[in-house]
């Protein structure tokens, strides 16, 4: 079972807030990725990062930021929210070689009013 | 067009029979293929891996994988209510490390 873990589960927020999405993963792993899924959609990449301040952007635009000080922590940042920002948000990691195998949080709720 | 083509469904099956799901793709570079499980409001939980063309067996689940055709499948024998999940196919190329094309993901329903 994997350990990565992600909070809030679930946030509600006002328009202009600016807010931080927390994961964090005990497995030691160097590849972490961000990726945002609308109900009933598919997952989309937004981030990923191959180790200590490495960070790259997904295949999906995304106006959020990431930061990588530690290899276990992975966390994005929305400067300011607005209501398309309304999603989910799962963070996932990998390890480097042997299989390419991806496991992932709970994922973090976000809604924007 | 998408890269990863699947039918959201719901896919409804009595207790017991088999749940058959499957996606094609269109990037033949696609080596790896993954099939994951989605609870509601819970992150994906990945079921079977398999590289490149074949076959492979996981208690109730096999996984299919044929290149020729693009075109995946997953098998559940002997399907539990517990089971109903939505289903994720997710692929990548070999030099993509955990950046996957997934698709939308199959609702399927067990009913006991």
Redesign the interface.
């Known amino acids: 079972e994997a350990d990565i873990y ?1 909070t809030p589960r679930y946030l509600v927020i006002g328009t202009g807030k600016k807010i931080t999405l927390e994961c964090s993963q005990t497995m030691g792993h160097d ?1 972490m ?1 961000w990726y945002q899924q609308d109900p ?6 937004i981030h ?1 990062s ?1 180790g200590v301040n490495s960070t790259e952007k ?2 999906l635009s995304s106006e959020s930021t990431v930061s990588r000080i530690r290899t276990e922590h992975f966390p994005l940042t929305l400067e300011s929210a607005r209501p398309s920002h309304t999603s989910q948000y ?1 963070c ?1 990691s ?1 390890a ?1 070689g042997g ?9 973090s ?1 976000l809604t924007v009013v | 067009q998408k890269e990863v083509e699947q039918d959201p469904g719901p896919l409804s099956v009595p207790e017991g029979a088999i749940v058959s799901l499957n996606c094609t793709y269109s990037n033949s570079a696609f080596q790896y293929f993954m099939w994951y499980r989605q609870y509601s409001r819970k992150g994906p939980e990945l079921l079977m891996y398999t590289y490149s063309s074949g076959n492979k067996e996981d208690g109730r689940f096999t996984a299919q994988v044929d290149k020729s055709s693009k075109y995946i499948s997953l098998f559940i024998r002997d399907s539990q209510p517990s089971d109903s999940a939505t289903y994720l196919c997710a692929m990548s190329p070999p030099d993509s490390w955990g950046k996957l094309q997934f698709g939308a993901g199959t609702q399927v329903v067990v009913t006991p």
């Open positions: 992600q590849k990725y009933g959609m598919e997952l989309h990449l990923y191959y997904g295949d799962l996932a990998s480097t299989k390419n195998t991806i496991y992932f949080g709970e994922g709720w």
